[in-house]
């Protein structure tokens, strides 16, 4: 069993930044591929985006260039750091976890953070 525990959201100015972190349990941290999840209200839960275990990232489109996923597997950690923030980018902010084994996908998420961008 994985359990991940988001933090590091809040209320932030547009063009302000965030860092969100998310630290993992379990020992399965390494082989596994992380990522940010946002959903806004009314909205269905998207890629933000994703690290694998060998560190190769993808970024969401309307992200690419302002948002940075990072990790650090001696901390069980994987991190979001969020730049130019815009209005549209509030919403409730997941952490995911993904590996497979013995063919069989495990995934897990996090509660959730909020993230609010207005003046």
């Known amino acids: 069993q994985v359990q991940l525990v988001e933090s590091g959201g809040g209320l932030v100015q547009p063009g302000g930044s965030l860092r969100l972190s998310c630290a993992a349990s379990?020992?399965?941290?390494?082989?596994?591929?992380m990522g940010w999840y946002r959903q806004a209200p009314g909205k269905q839960r998207e890629m933000v985006a994703s690290?694998?275990?060998?560190?190769?990232?993808n970024y969401a489109d309307p992200v690419k260039g302002r948002f940075t996923i990072s990790r650090d597997n001696a901390k069980n950690t994987v991190y979001l750091q969020m730049n130019s923030l815009k209005p549209e980018d509030t919403a409730v902010y997941y952490c995911?976890?993904?590996?497979?084994?013995?063919?069989?996908?495990?995934?897990?998420w996090g509660q959730g953070t909020q993230v609010t961008v207005s003046s």
């Open positions: 690290i694998s275990s060998g560190g190769s990232t």
């Open positions: 995911n976890s993904h590996r497979l084994w013995a063919g069989i996908p495990y995934d897990y």
């Open positions: 379990g020992s399965f941290f390494s082989i596994s591929a």
